[in-house]
């Protein structure tokens, strides 16, 4: 949509789904959709040559330093979902004339349970659209936006957003002219909006109408999904069982996805874990990857907006291993499985890991629950479930998840080969 020139496409009809469809017929074959979009196809090897002259074979992507890190000043720090290092970093751009403005995701004035992809040219408009967003909302809509605009942009998005990007410079860079800067999320994977609305539900939300406000990530670290109506009620529930939804409401495409890290970024932020408890202010971790990112971000050291603190790549994959194991071998082995199956599946370049039978069978179970758990009736079924149970459950399997790859990933020989081996 964001870089149809005749506007044959719409992205925004269904909110449920968020897929795109075609509206008008008007479309002129030039193929420009689907030679920007990475869905199909993205060459990791490619683009590490292009961004960085190298095709290092590094599971985090080419970097050049790693840091724990959050914003200096309280407010930002305490808007952010966890240490407020993207929001320290944007206002710094934003004083020191280095960016007109940032593309960000914000609620829509007046509807502020649906979200949707903005240029911020305050830092007022900036610190409000702090915090995750756990719902699709695709920001590349906004490229026809970006092109007319006056001045240097930011772009803050998803892996995908960012790997569409790169493809957008390749073969239309009129769009993306103005966008100088590209600070990419990590993701482990996105929901559709179904799974905010049968939270609503829940909490027996009938009239969007009267929702004053709805955060993913509200309050102290990790954070709560919680609603604030108008007459004053609020409705909460733990980031830990809200993460149930993701069993329910994962879009297909996530599952395939191998950059939970944007690696094609200037700068990748993400949840800092290693030094984060509950109830405690947030710390991200914080990846360079080009010298432009580098140099901005040491920028926002030295005006005082950002604290920082070097850490290793050890650290790195230790913090986020469920995570890594998740894109960077599972969802190659359910790519297998798509193609045993005669489905069609993204192409990244790439050799698929090596991995054991009992690896292979555990993702079959994933696949098959996943199958279950996207059943009409399994959705009906989820919603009489206490959240308190749901709460328990979810960070009993998370913290067991992170506790096993942890050890797998980074043992000395797991990280020897994990550093060796290509996925």
Known sequence: MGVCAVSCLDIWSDRQRCEPQEVANTCTDC????????????????????????????????IRRAYLGHAQGKVIRRSGASGGVITALLVSLLRNGDIDGAVVVDAIPGRPWLFSPKIATTEEEIIAAAKSKYVLVPSNVILQQTKRFRGR??????????????????????LVKNIILLIGLYCGSNLYYEATCSLLKRFGIEDYAQIASLQYRDGTWPGNFQVDLVNGQSFSISKDAF??????????????????????ADISVGDGWAYEKNGEQGWSVVLTRTEAGQNYLDQACSNGLLHLEEISEYQVVQMHSHTLSNKKVGS??????????????????LEPPTAGLSRWMAELI?????????????????????????????????????????????????????LQHEC
């Open 31 to 62: 193929e420009l959709c689907y030679r920007t979009c990475p869905g199909a196809e993205f060459d990791f090897g490619a683009f590490r040559a292009k961004l960085h002259g190298s095709k290092s074979n590094s599971r985090i992507g080419i």
């Open 153 to 174: 942009l930011a772009f803050v998005g998803l892996p995908c957003e960012i790997e569409a990007l790169q493809k957008t410079q390749d073969v239309a860079p009129s």
């Open 243 to 264: 993460n149930y939804l993701t069993f329910f409401y994962c879009p297909e495409r996530c599952m395939l996805c191998a950059d939970p890290m944007s690696e094609f």
């Open 332 to 349: 190659f082995i359910r790519m297998q499985y798509r193609q045993l199956r005669g489905l069609r599946v993204p192409d990244y370049g």
């Open 366 to 418: 994933v696949i098959a629950v996943m199958w279950i758990c996207s059943w009409h009736i399994s959705k009906k079924l989820i919603d009489h479930v206490p959240l308190s149970v749901l709460d328990s459950a979810m960070s009993r399997v998370r913290n067991g998840w992170r506790w096993l790859t942890r050890r797998r990933i980074t043992s000395k020989a797991g990280w020897n080969k994990e």
